[in-house]
Structures are given as C-alpha cells and as structure tokens.
C-alpha cells in the first residue's frame, strides 16, 4: 500500500493504514507528531484521550484505519463509553479530515466527501451514542461551522440567546473545521 505521506523511522512519519493517495505530501500529522508529542498509546497508534477540568478531549487519526472493528474503532468505541459525564460533563472529539465539510473533492479514497462519508459511516454512530457535545476537524483550509449534524443532515441549529446564538442540547455533535489546522 502506498502511503499518504512518506514513511519512515519511528518519529519521522508512518505509512497511513487506509489512504492510497498522496495528496498530503506530508501534512497530515506528521509536522504535529514530530514537534509535538502527544499521550497515545505508540506511534503506531497516534489517538488518544485527555481529561483537563470539566473537558475531556478524545483524538482519533483519520490517517489510520477507523472502520468498524479496526484497532482505532475499537479504541474508540471504549474510550467513548468510558467518559465519566459527571465529572467531565463536556466531551469534545477532533480528527483532521473532516466528517462534514462544505468541498467538491470527490476524489476516492481520499477526497474531502469520501472520507467524510466513510467517518460518518463508522465514526459518527460512536459519537452519537456517546453524545459528543462538539467535533472539531482540520484538513481543509478554511473555516467552517456547522449546525448539530447525525446522518448526512442538520440536527438542529442554534438559537438566539440574548445577544448570542448558542445550542441548547442538541440531539447530535455541533460540527466545526478549524482553518489552517493540522491535527
């Protein structure tokens, strides 16, 4: 399999488990995984969680293999069932390409809508049942937010609160592309 990104030493990139492409040249991870070392498990299994205060933060890489039942959708699926709401009652999720995105790249496997269709098919199942309050996502070079999304389709939107517009239990994870990220 070819990789999205050159492969090489531990610490200097790791062939991607599911892409055949090479639209990255590099940018997917590896800048962030080499300057900035995180708490996963191996770096042949960069995800991971962290709890800081009322937050806690679960980080997948849509780099590697996330379909039902792969080594990341297993983690994930646990890490997911294992908060504890009550003492961190916010749970944020963030991957690098995108589960909802506003792009024409249909380009398989790894265009924008063929990865954002396959994490909604294996991914966001995980983050409904878990009730995911944000997914945050990178990759695309702009910003974008979304409404409260499951299925292919707004959720609910936000609503006027006072001078802001803000979500009030939405039924599903309000879904946002943070510009210029490398996650």
């Known amino acids: 399999m070819q990789a999205d990104f ?64 792969s080594s990341q959708w297993t983690w994930l699926k646990g890490a997911l069932a294992s908060v504890n709401r009550s003492a961190t009652p916010w749970l944020i999720f963030v991957g690098h390409r995108p589960m909802y995105i506003s792009s024409t790249n249909e380009e398989a496997p790894g265009g924008d809508q063929p990865v954002a269709e396959a994490l909604r098919t294996h991914v966001e199942p995980l983050l409904l049942a878990a009730k995911v309050d944000l997914a945050m996502w990178g990759h695309h070079h702009s910003y974008q937010a979304h409404c409260a999304s499951s299925g292919g389709a707004c959720a609910a939107r936000s609503t006027r609160v006072g001078d802001a517009r803000v979500f009030v239990n939405p039924p599903a994870p309000v879904q946002m592309v943070r510009a210029g990220s490398r996650s």
Request: with cysteine; net charge negative; proline share 14%.
């Open 6 to 69: 050159p492969s090489g030493p531990q610490g200097q990139g790791a062939p991607v488990t599911w892409l055949t492409g090479t639209d990255s040249g590099g940018e997917c991870g590896v800048p962030t995984r080499k300057l900035f070392p995180m708490p996963w498990p191996s770096f042949a299994q960069p995800w991971f969680s962290i709890s800081n205060g009322p937050v806690t933060v679960i980080h997948m890489t849509t780099e590697w293999d996330f379909s039902t039942s």
